[in-house]
């Protein structure tokens, strides 16, 4: 009577015996496998070669990926410094409004963005940022814990962009002091790209947009 051996326990015994392939090396050329990509059975070196090779396969496309990436959150550091820098070398505080949204346009490639604002300073209030802002707008803003992104659906900060028909999707970034729960504006991104700005997109950084444009607007209020 033949007796059937427990794969499992032959499992183990090679693995409680690091050494047996060593002591007997005959058998590395004489155990077949069935290779995947070979299509045919190889010995068990020649499976062990591929399966190292698969797994630096793996590792070369997850290190590509990696760098994909670097270099993308490389080219956005870089925008959003010459886009910091651009804000900071506005020597005029009533030409922020204009300098925010055209060199974010130029930096980032938006096709169309622009800001509204409100509660400013008595200096400002005429300035073009002022103009079209409705009470339900500010209702809107102040409802904003953080930017809202996706398709257009008739929102009145939309209306505010010079093409407003022709936008599709929208970023809308709510500007606040600190964590004061009352907004004094909104940044307003379009375009006619429905998948340009989605609802399941990474908010990370158009929250620091967010940020920095309201530091920078701030010295504008009352």
């Not at 090679?14 to 077949?32: M, N, Q, Y």
Request: proline content about 5%; aromatic content about 6%; charged content about 25%.
């Amino acid at each position: 009577m033949t007796t059937e051996l427990d794969p499992n326990l032959i499992a183990d015994y090679l693995l409680d015996h690091p050494h047996f392939f060593e002591e007997h090396a005959e058998l590395l050329s004489t155990i077949k496998l069935t290779s995947p990509v070979m299509g045919r059975a190889v010995s068990l070196q020649e499976r062990q070669m591929e399966i190292l090779r698969e797994k630096i396969r793996v590792q070369e496309l997850r290190m590509a990926d990696l760098m994909r990436i670097a270099q993308e959150n490389d080219e956005i550091t870089n925008k959003f410094q010459a886009w910091s820098r651009a804000l900071l070398l506005t020597r005029d505080a009533a030409d922020l409004p204009r300098a925010l949204t055209t060199q974010l346009q130029e930096i980032f490639h938006v096709p169309q963005v622009t800001v509204r604002l409100w509660n400013l300073g008595q200096d400002h209030v005429e300035n073009w940022a002022t103009r079209d802002v409705s009470e339900d707008a500010r209702l809107f803003a102040n409802g904003l814990s953080a930017p809202f992104c996706g398709p257009n659906k008739e929102f009145e900060a939309a209306t505010w962009l010079d093409d407003a028909e022709s936008v599709k999707s929208v970023a809308i970034l709510p500007l606040r002091v600190g964590a004061s729960p009352e907004a004094f504006g909104l940044l307003v991104l379009g375009s006619p790209d429905p998948s340009r700005f989605t609802s399941d997109m990474g908010i990370d950084f158009l929250t620091r947009i967010g940020e920095t444009g309201s530091a920078a607007l701030a010295c504008l209020l009352r």
